[in-house]
């Protein structure tokens, strides 16, 4: 529907995915042009992140859109739109070399015509919408394995070294009594524990990392170790632990976050 809806512009439209197993990277692009044959390509690699290989995948597609007579518009499908923001990242990070491949191919297709442009449309896996599903079910179905051993990125190193560091940290600190009763388990929108993780920059504690104070205050509150009345009654208990805001006898982490009227719901 979107390319006959289109018709009357030469529009290309890349649906774009990836997936890993058994540390090999499947990368698969399916590019349409209204009026022409499906262009089908499959990428592999070893020992590299699945950001490093949706970026590969994104360029090779642009790169033969761009280069195709007459395209006036790309489109591109993906499911980790946060890759797609990597291109347009001024900043240093380990992508530049893929990056800069891919803004040299848009400088040259924008140059060719002032009215050419591109778009990036996020599509997430589970809404099966039908360019995109092909291309997913198509990279989940591979599954190759190593048979020579391989070098690894620099980021895929990376990866495995903090992949270690969580688990262990995982391990030790469900084992031990450190955690205790106390600790606040945060959750998400569907009431399910957030997991510490890196994966597509979703950090659990990405939302305060605007303001060290901020970040400060919401550790304390987790491991319930600030300042309040009920930490205070372990320790000074000749003093008052009391909220002076009503009538609440002590000064509790729940009480702050969700009943106290000296704080607003931020």
Request: charge should be positive.
């Amino acid at each position: 529907m979107v390319l006959e809806s289109s018709s009357s512009l030469l529009i290309t439209i890349i649906a774009s995915n990836t997936s890993i197993k058994n540390n090999v990277a499947t990368s698969i692009i399916h590019i349409h042009i209204y009026n022409k044959p499906l262009t089908k390509t499959i990428h592999y690699a070893v020992l590299i992140t699945s950001t490093e290989a949706e970026l590969f995948a994104i360029r090779c597609g642009i790169n033969q859109a761009a280069n195709s007579n007459n395209i006036t518009k790309i489109i591109v499908i993906t499911d980790s739109i946060h890759v797609a923001q990597k291109i347009f990242d001024p900043l240093v990070h380990p992508y530049q070399v893929q990056s800069a491949a891919i803004l040299s191919e848009l400088c040259n297709f924008f140059n060719r015509h002032k009215g050419n442009t591109i778009e990036f449309w996020e599509c997430p896996s589970r809404l099966k919408w039908c360019l995109h599903n092909k291309v997913n079910k198509k990279t989940k179905a591979f599954n190759l394995t190593l048979l020579y051993p391989y070098r690894s990125s620099w980021e895929f190193s990376k990866k495995s070294e903090s992949d270690d560091i969580l688990n262990t940290w995982k391990m030790t600190f469900q084992a031990s009594d450190s955690k205790e009763n106390q600790f606040l388990d945060l959750l998400d929108d569907n009431d399910n524990i957030i997991k510490l993780s890196y994966i597509k920059g979703r950090s659990w504690l990405k939302v305060f990392g605007y303001s060290n104070s901020l970040c400060a205050q919401a550790t304390r509150a987790i491991m319930n170790h600030a300042p309040i009345g009920k930490y205070r009654l372990r320790f000074f208990l000749r003093e008052d632990f009391k909220c002076p805001y009503g009538v609440y006898l002590i000064k509790s982490r729940y009480h702050i976050l969700f009943e106290c009227g000296r704080f607003n719901s931020y």
